[in-house]
């Protein structure tokens, strides 16, 4: 019996070979799918308090309804149809019905400004652009005499729109009645267009988040989306038993890829949270037996826990103390491959049923088989808590134009700060001469959508991708980010330093949400901070700290002391080239609609850099 046995059940999280679903393309996978499934449930979404079950047969019947109104509006296989909403089942719905018309789909964040919407809609050649709301569709409107091959806006939701008068305008509620009348004069059409799709067309359309430059189309085939779904289920095994929630942007190839085609695969059901703000409520309604996430989302639950421990009792403090204390040590003997004795197995049971499982009840995972970490580095003391927890994380490492992931961890080892070894379905190498890590496979996208001079020099000669992260790989094969080609650090004494390791460190904090370490040519680091501002509020609350505004409490001597004290703690693991001497705190509240973030919430190191410069210059000079 494996070691892991202590912590978990390792037979529930073994990959999966059994699920069988023909289809060389996502749109036969989906009709095949919904044939063998029939009424089971796929999805829910919550509205209004109350939670609405979706068979596969009314997604099917949904979809061929949406597919037919869209062949009605002259809807052609190849063209592009765009979808500017947050995630939520609708979406859905329209993704596989663009599909099932051999044409492509492309998301667009929510967050993203009418010039954005103006720029992607243009690229793409978007033909029909599904929008939320009103307020979607206002920056629709903004730009759509600037884009005219857009011939039609179809709204999701039309409260506030009834008397909305437009030709080019319709609910999806009237592209749905338009379809249901096509499909009966048409009732071949759709089945016709499914059937004629191959798998090397193109499917979808991601762009990059665009930290450097406009964003880049990535183009994925049909064929690199199905064999990806397939090729996932030997690593992180899904089955129709499993409930996983939906909540990440469907625009991004991680929800996209590990969510919905994923999902659509193995029939494991999807839960849509009512909207971002109600994730830590909706998680513990759901209880997903599987969950991936970004490190943001783990490090808020695991500051969420932290913050409530600083409000219990002594006694209840000391309880934590005891019990976590137990599951880190078993974690440190099942990380090094170490047996666990008999007595400290018992102590684990006992601090499961008398502390951790409260704590995973608490956050929501304690149904959960695995957790999955991924698109961003994560800290390794972050993935040792869960682990202590008895939940194993999984850390999965790609990136857009490889269809989301090429290298993973398996719960039978696991190394924290490691993204894995290369996934069986694509091949990874380390460049020689750069140590720069490579992928190559058919699950690499097919290139970028009007640059094919970037797409070029996006593969080396011998046709492998260049991902732009350098790292190393150890004697077991498992690869580790040292940093993007970019962004690592050399100091004017000579010293490399690779930023991301400082920088994760500052992020276990519970009141640093993101940080940029600075110091490429100077005398020594510096950082921008952005803080938790729920975390830090509650903290200048309970310390009785005067303040009006989001600017004022970063402003606070208090909360610069608390920062420091973070910094001070991160610097004791680092030698003395390697640590922050000052850093200054962001004191605008940021949201993904601001330029310095990405969609995914990840502060943008170079547009940091250049507008924050002043303040950098300051913490130089000073020093």
């Avoid at 089942?89 to 099932?100: G, P």
């Avoid at 170490?338 to 304690?366: C, E, S, Y």
């Avoid at 952005?530 to 409490?553: C, G, R, T």
């Amino acid at each position: 019996m494996s070691r892991m046995s202590t912590l978990w059940d390792l037979s529930r999280i073994q990959p999966c070979n059994d699920v069988v679903v023909e289809g060389d393309t996502l749109a036969k996978m989906f009709w095949n799918a919904a044939r063998q499934r029939g009424t089971q449930t796929w999805m829910r979404q919550k509205k209004l308090g109350i939670w609405k079950s979706w068979s596969w047969q009314q997604t099917a019947d949904a979809v061929r309804e949406i597919a037919g109104g869209l062949m009605a509006l002259g809807f052609a296989p190849g063209h592009c149809a765009s979808i500017l909403s947050n995630t939520n089942i609708e979406w859905v719905l329209s993704d596989i019905a663009v599909l099932s018309c051999a044409g492509v789909a492309n998301g667009i964040y929510p967050t993203d400004a009418a010039s954005q919407v103006h720029y992607l809609c243009e690229d793409s050649a978007t033909r029909l652009l599904f929008v939320e709301d009103d307020e979607q569709l206002d920056k629709a409107l903004e730009v759509r005499e600037r884009l005219p091959l857009l011939d039609k806006i179809i709204v999701f939701d039309m409260e506030g729109l009834h008397q909305l008068d437009d030709p080019s305008i319709l609910s999806l509620d009237a592209l749905r009645e338009m379809g249901r009348a096509w499909n009966a004069q048409h009732p071949e059409a759709l089945a016709e267009r499914v059937a004629a799709t191959r798998p090397e067309d193109v499917a979808i359309l991601v762009y990059t988040s665009g930290t450097t430059g406009k964003p880049k189309g990535a183009m994925h085939t049909h064929e690199a989306l199905v064999y990806s779904a397939r090729g996932l289920n030997t690593l992180v095994s899904r089955s129709e038993a499993d409930e996983a929630m939906c909540f990440l942007p469907l625009c991004h190839i991680a929800e996209r890829m590990g969510g919905e085609y994923f999902s659509l695969y193995t029939g494991c059901k999807l839960n849509f949270v009512e909207n971002p703000d109600t994730v830590p409520e909706n998680v513990r309604e759901i209880a997903p037996t599987v969950f991936t996430a970004v490190p943001r989302v783990w490090e808020k639950f695991y500051s969420g826990v932290m913050i409530a421990l600083k409000e219990s009792s002594r006694v209840q403090q000391l309880a934590y103390a005891w019990a976590i204390g137990v599951g880190t040590r078993i974690a440190d003997r099942v990380l090094a491959q170490q047996p666990v004795p008999a007595t400290l197995k018992a102590q684990f049971h006992l601090a499961r049923w008398l502390v951790l499982g409260n704590v995973r009840k608490m956050i929501g995972i304690h149904r959960a088989r695995f957790l999955v970490t991924g698109a961003a580095p994560i800290s390794p003391e972050l993935v040792k808590w869960y682990l202590a927890l008895g939940v194993p994380m999984l850390e999965v490492w790609g990136m857009t134009e490889t269809c989301g992931a090429s290298t993973g961890m398996r719960a039978e080892r696991i190394k924290p700060g490691s993204i894995g070894p290369a996934i069986g379905f694509n091949e990874v190498r380390l460049d020689p001469a750069t140590s720069e890590i490579q992928v190559k496979g058919p699950n690499v996208f097919k290139g970028y959508l009007n640059l094919p001079e970037k797409t070029t020099e996006t593969f080396t000669e011998d046709g492998w991708l260049r991902t732009g992260d350098v790292g190393t790989v150890d004697d077991e094969g498992f690869y580790r980010i040292t940093d993007r080609m970019k962004d690592i650090i050399i100091t004017a004494g000579g010293k490399n330093v690779t930023p991301s390791e400082l920088e994760n460190e500052l992020k276990f904090s519970p009141y640093v949400t993101d940080a940029v370490v600075i110091g490429d040519a100077r005398a020594y680091l510096t950082v921008i901070i952005m803080i938790d501002q729920e975390n830090v509020e509650k903290y200048a609350q309970d310390h009785d700290v005067p303040f009006s505004n989001y600017a004022s409490l970063t402003r606070a001597a208090e909360v610069q002391a608390l920062i420091q004290d973070v910094i001070d703690e991160v610097n004791k693991k680092f030698a003395r080239v390697e640590q922050i001497k000052k850093f200054f705190l962001l004191d605008t509240q940021l949201t993904a609609e601001d330029e310095e973030l990405t969609p995914t919430m990840k502060l943008k190191r170079k547009l940091v850099q250049t507008k924050y410069a002043p303040q950098i210059e300051a913490m130089y000079r000073q020093g």
